[in-house]
């Protein structure tokens, strides 16, 4: 990555450019497509000799661009099955799939670790909105943050699991060929924002709903996850003590950052034009407050203009 930036923002190269950053783009220009190339004669190689479950695990594993974790992968797999993606993998035995995962270990294709689940404690959905409702300075004494169960299922698998970011890339590519990514990006998205309190506390407690927003915007779901999720969970609104949450408490300007930029087909630049246009000037601004923050200024001032423009527009 840090090579190709250089050679292709040799003027002013600059690590913020990763926001443009494309593997497949990349391996394309720089080893003429080599890598992918490599992953599709995999793919071949594993469709004549059967080996579905694991080629359904790879499939799985362009849904994310972070390490898959077992709650995740749990909601993918549950019945009905997403056709043409986890018919395999549905009702799947432990051992079965302990096996296909030992494959693709032993061929260096994936590594996997042990996750251990994290303890969130939050506030539920009704204490939020009301606070959210009363726009005072004063709290409605919420009380304080209560543990929280996942009352989804339970996972018996312990294993997070992880690819490079270029076969990611690879099969994130193969399945929006194929039309199956935004039905299993729904599924994704519906997990992760029942997976914590409605407002979680924290860092930890937050990063299931940064996950919701980008895997909500792949499925299309845009206005859900931009106030649904971000404004109204994440930043906890934005008029009260409570509001920006994210920002003012926990200082997460970056995490911020990159929930904005899921919703921008261009980053900085064009927004999804499924949005409305006083939710794209939101955005807009929301863009602008967030590179200026970060002292990405001359990033911030295209995002800033427009979003003034169609403020008023």
Known sequence: MGRYLKMAFRSAPDIAHRDCFHFQEADGRTQDGHAFRVFAAYEEWFEKEGS??????????????????PDCLAALCKAPAISGLTDPLVDIGEQDWEIAVSALVDLDLIETSEWVPGKVNGYGEKEARA???????????????????????????????????????????????????????????EHLCGSVPYWPEGR???????????????????????????????????????????RRKLGLLGMDLAAVACFFVEPWRRLAAELTPAAQAWLLNEAAAGLSGLNRLADARDPMREGIELAAR
């Open 52 to 69: 579905h479950v694991e080629l359904a695990i790879l499939r799985l594993l362009g849904l994310f661009d972070r390490p898959a974790t």
């Open 131 to 189: 606070e959210m409702a009363a726009r005072q300075e004063r709290t409605t004494n919420v009380g304080p943050a209560q543990p929280f169960k996942n009352p989804q299922f339970e996972v018996r698998n312990r294993q997070s699991v992880d690819t490079h970011p270029l076969l990611r890339e690879y099969f994130d590519t193969q399945l929006r060929e194929r039309g199956v990514a935004q039905a299993a990006h729904a599924r994704l998205y």
């Open 204 to 246: 930890d407690g937050l990063l299931p709903l940064y996950q919701a927003v980008a895997h909500g915007c792949k499925a299309g779901r845009f206005d859900e996850a931009r106030a649904g999720v971000y404004r109204d969970r994440i930043q906890r609104g934005t008029a009260g003590s409570h509001s920006f949450y994210s």
